[in-house]
């Protein structure tokens, strides 16, 4: 289910390039394609997870995933269309907001463990969304149909996760329907730590890897003849990394938000020089520090969240976590922006700054008593 719709989200992302081409968009269009995924994506998560509270995970999330094979559907028929692609990327988001809030929700109530669902819900997400680029990519530059045979790979694969996802019992039981109105979203106390602590971590889950995956392809110059298998390896490279480095979170622990924002940090730097100098090859590095810091943000983050949300409210403040994360997605358009304006050593050095800040309060944060 989760790794389903998660690949289904980023299987556009190596086309984007095939779309600029043959569509003759610009770099700040196919970004604002590429973002407008969270504009969708936001509202649905602030109305999924308090909905599936009151009425129950399945009854939400099942409905969502039919949707995403309809989206899907859409990009298929929408190589042409620049209204159309922008209709299907927006629906992505709504689909993706239903199924990420409410099914992380799920999977952590289903598994046992300290951390053990928010590792799980991770490392299926970033799973997906590894491998549905990567696929992708492969097949946008070597086979027949390049804007048609992904997607359909892709509703192949949703109906395979429709399938498991049906045999999944319900977890939110008629009392916790009764208090999900009564319930506060967080404890007394814990408002402040969730804003400067959570919030900016949540932010850092997708700004990290959305550059690599979606601006610095169009900033540098790939060889034209492999550009889209490049994107394509690229984005499966970076969250790839996210997925492997998700389970990490059981052995680093307290540490791991620290060590997230410092990988964050040392990524964006790198992609700064690969950025100036047309250094190919050390975008390889750059989206292995942030793809990993990703992972590591979403899986400690989602931690984070059990610890502070009471049961009959967890899918709701599951849902807050992922829209701050999914503004995140905006890094990549601001980041084409400035480039656009001066190139792209301010907006990377900015980035770079202000995770390694975020990783001096996370430090402070952990040493506190």
Not at 337 to 346: D, K, R, Y
Request: proline share 7%; aromatic share 6%.
């Amino acid at each position: 289910m989760l790794f389903a719709v998660s690949a289904g989200t980023n299987v556009p992302t190596p086309l984007l390039l095939i779309y600029k081409d043959s569509l003759h968009l610009s770099p700040q269009t196919l970004t604002a394609l590429f973002g407008c995924y969270a504009a969708g994506l936001v509202p649905s998560l602030l109305v999924a997870g308090p909905l599936s509270d009151r009425i129950g995970r399945r009854a939400v999330v099942l409905p969502f995933v039919v949707l995403s094979a309809v989206a899907s559907v859409l990009f298929a028929t929408a190589a042409h269309s620049v209204p159309l692609l922008f209709t299907a990327r927006f629906l992505q988001g709504v689909v993706s907001g239903g199924v990420f809030s409410v099914g992380t929700a799920w999977v952590g109530e289903l598994s046992h463990g300290d951390g053990a669902g928010a590792r799980r819900a991770a490392a299926a997400q970033s799973a997906g969304f590894s491998l549905g680029p990567l696929t992708s990519g492969l097949l946008g530059q070597y086979a027949p149909f390049p804007t048609v045979l992904p997607y359909l790979l892709h509703v192949a694969l949703v109906i395979v996760g429709l399938a498991a996802a049906r045999t999944l019992p319900e977890t939110v039981s008629k009392a916790q329907e009764a208090r999900s109105t009564r319930d506060p979203l967080l404890r007394k106390g814990d408002g402040w730590r969730f804003v400067t602590v959570v919030a900016p971590l949540a932010v850092c889950v997708y700004a990290f890897p959305s550059v690599v995956i979606s601006a610095l392809p169009v900033l540098i110059g790939l060889p034209r003849d492999s550009a889209v298998v490049l994107t394509g390896g690229l984005a499966g490279l970076t969250l790839g990394a996210s997925t492997l480095a998700a389970p990490l979170q059981k052995r680093l622990r307290e540490r791991t938000p620290v060590v997230a924002a410092m990988m964050g940090a040392a990524g964006y730097a790198l992609a700064l020089v690969a950025a100036r100098h047309d250094a190919i090859g050390l975008l390889v590095p750059g989206a292995v520090l942030l793809g990993a810091g990703g992972g590591l943000a979403l899986a400690s983050g989602l931690a984070l969240v059990a610890g502070l949300a009471p049961a009959s409210r967890r899918g709701a403040l599951t849902g807050v976590f992922l829209a701050c994360a999914y503004i995140g997605f905006a890094a990549p358009f601001l980041t084409a922006v400035a480039a656009a304006h001066g190139g792209p050593t301010l907006p990377l050095s900015v980035a770079s700054g202000l995770a390694l800040l975020l990783a001096v309060r996370l430090e402070g944060h952990r040493r506190q008593p």
